[in-house]
Nanobody
């Protein structure tokens, strides 16, 4: 089992920045790729960003490219999402996810590829 706890969410004005953190515990040695997803009210959960175990591969949704940066510190079992130039449409609950399957060249972007999920942290961007 892997437990994931997100933090760093909050209320910010448009154009501002936030840094989300996701701390993992439990069988962290089994983790491969890590991802961030988000879900806005009335919408389906969607992919935001992902990073491989080595951090050599990353992937981003088109809507956040150039604004968000995913990173990880394996020594701390923590993955981060730096969010800059935030927009009201970024408002959502942000979820961290861990993939424990065999590593692949391309980081997974599908919800079903991830095995463990955190409880989420609310990000609200005011206009």
């Amino acid at each position: 089992q892997v437990q994931l706890v997100e933090s760093g969410g909050g209320l910010v004005q448009a154009g501002g920045s936030l840094r989300l953190s996701c701390a993992a515990s439990g069988r962290t040695f089994s983790m491969n790729a890590m991802g961030w997803f988000r879900q806005a009210p009335g919408k389906e959960r969607e992919f935001v960003a992902a990073i491989s175990w080595s951090a050599r591969s990353t992937g981003y949704a088109d809507s956040v490219k150039g604004r968000f940066t995913i990173s990880r510190d394996n020594a701390k079992n923590t993955v981060y999402l730096q969010m800059n130039t935030l927009k009201p449409e970024d408002t959502a609950v942000y979820y961290c996810a861990a993939d424990v399957s065999e590593p692949t060249i391309v980081v997974p972007i599908l919800i079903g590829a991830y095995d463990y999920w955190g409880q989420g942290t609310q990000v609200t961007v005011s206009s």
